[in-house]
Each structure stands twice: as C-alpha cells, then as structure tokens.
C-alpha cells in the first residue's frame, strides 16, 4: 500500500511540474508581432460591456475562475452543447448563472477583423478578467500570454471541483488545492466576490434552514439577515429563487476590501464566504489582515490571479485557436 501511495505521489508532482513548465511558456508579449492591439481590443470590449451592464464585469472575472477550475485555463467554459456533444455551460456552478458569453463573441469578432486565427479564446478570458478588476478600481497585472484553446469540456468535472457557495472552510481549501492554489490564494481570490451579485438560491439555506436546523445561520447579523429574508421569502413565489443580492452589499461594483470587511461584521452573503471569518485559524487571520490593509488585498489579489491563469495552460501544438469560441473549428 505504502508503495502505491508513493508511486500516486511521485505521479502528482510530475503532473504538478507539467504544468509549471506549461505555465512557463506563456509570455507578456506573446501577440507583441502577430497581434500588437490585442490588449486595447479587449479593454475596448470590456468597455464598452461595462457601460451597457455594471454587474458585467463581475460575470466575466467569474467565467475565468470557473475556467481554470475545470482542465485548466483553456476556454472549455465557452463551449456550446450541440447534438453529440455536452459542455460545462449546463453544469450546476454555470447552469443559469454564468454569463457575459456574448460579450467573448464580440470581442473575438473584432480580434478576428484584426488578426484572424491568432489570439486563443483563453487568453481573451485572461485579458478580460485582468481588465474587469481593473476598470471596476483594482490593480493592473502583466497577463501572460500564449494559451491555446481546448478541443473539448467536461460538465462532470465542473459539477465536482468548482466550490459551490454552501461550502466550508476545509472542502474549499481542498478545491483549491486540487487545482494547485494554496489556502492563502483561497483566501485572496475570495475576494473577488467584493465585485458582483448572487441568486437567492445560492444563500437561501442560510436563511432559513442552515445545516438542516430549521433555523438561520446564526452568524448573520439580525439587520442583515431581515432584508434578506424580504429579498428571498421562504414561501418563494415562481422567480423569487433568481432574485439578486450583492456580494457585497456596500460597495458592488468597486473592488476593493469592503468584502472582508462585511465578513467581520456577519454580513457576508454566501456559506462560503462567511465561513472564511468565523472560522477559527488561518482563514479568519487573513480575512481581518485584508480588512486591515487594502493594499496588501489588491497586491496579493493579482499575484493569485497570475497563478490561477498558469493552471494547466494548453501551449505549443496542444489544443487549437478556434475561429469561434462557442465551438471547436471540427465542430465537434
């Protein structure tokens, strides 16, 4: 047994190392001769989505996160469902929440005018998620370059390592850990949750039946849990269960620490977040540490960000650049 367990090891640092060495071969000029105005054109797009939707950006940081999550950063997210073949689209974390899919196609049809068959599918995600932070008051990172795009997409593993928002602590460390992020990266990239909005469904529980008690979840302030439980009735009416609350109900399309501040003060809105504070450790020391000091939150968020965008990238003659990101050129 000993021996097995050895060889599973040795197997997943090998794997862990593949991936760095993959990691490695992305650059920040990577389109600087093939395609020079790929950064403007995204930030162009990002733009222009933002001005016709403020939640927006939050959606497209959303849609990278749950990219990488699943076989790595290689767009598999985008993938449309055709006759023989199912995507991650319909999968529970994405099923009638995940979005901003057409502001992707509108910004690779432009990549397209400008520099057909060049830029990845997975490197727009990247771009945008950088400029979503960006254009809504976070810090600015150097995205690395060069992904290439999945030829497939895997609804089974969506369901399974993506962190759904009645998580605890250690089940959403082991999420992140799975996918090469450490407990401190769990910590930080939670944060992006300062930026955005959340169904009733995802948070409901808490309001009403936590843990199967019957009762709320007692950490959530009184005031707080009252205009959520108006928000959301217990005795939902048809729709009510898609209904919108902020994650962060202070300041929503600022990113900034508001997020941890909102944990301290039991006004965190899903399981997952709130957990981070009230838990006794680690988690609760950083969500105080980032409450404390914005800048470290803003320095360290995109230093995560640059780790998560080198999960598993696809480089070199893996995968392909698909001319549409809704489907592989074969058409599956």
Known sequence: MKSINTICLICCMLLSSCSLLEGNRLKHNFYRKTCPNVESIVLAGVKKAQQQEA????????????????????????????????????????????????VIDQIKTELEKTCSGVVSCADILSIIARDAVVLSGGKAWKVRLGRRDSLTANKTASNLFIPPPTSNVTAVIAKFKAVGLSAKDMVTLSGAHTIGQARCITFSQRLYNQSGTGKPDPTIKKDFLQSLQQLCPQAAAAGSSNFLAPLDFRTPTHFDNRYYLNLQAGKGLLNSDEVLYTTTGFTNRYVRKYGDDQEEFLNRFRRSMIKMGNIKPLTGKKGEIRNNCRFTNSGL
């Open 55 to 102: 939640r927006l950006p939050a959606s497209l940081l959303r849609l990278h996160f749950h990219d990488c999550f699943v076989q790595g950063c290689d767009a598999s997210i985008l993938l449309d469902d055709t006759s023989t073949f199912t995507g991650e689209k319909t999968s529970g974390p994405n099923n009638g929440s995940a979005r901003g899919f057409e």
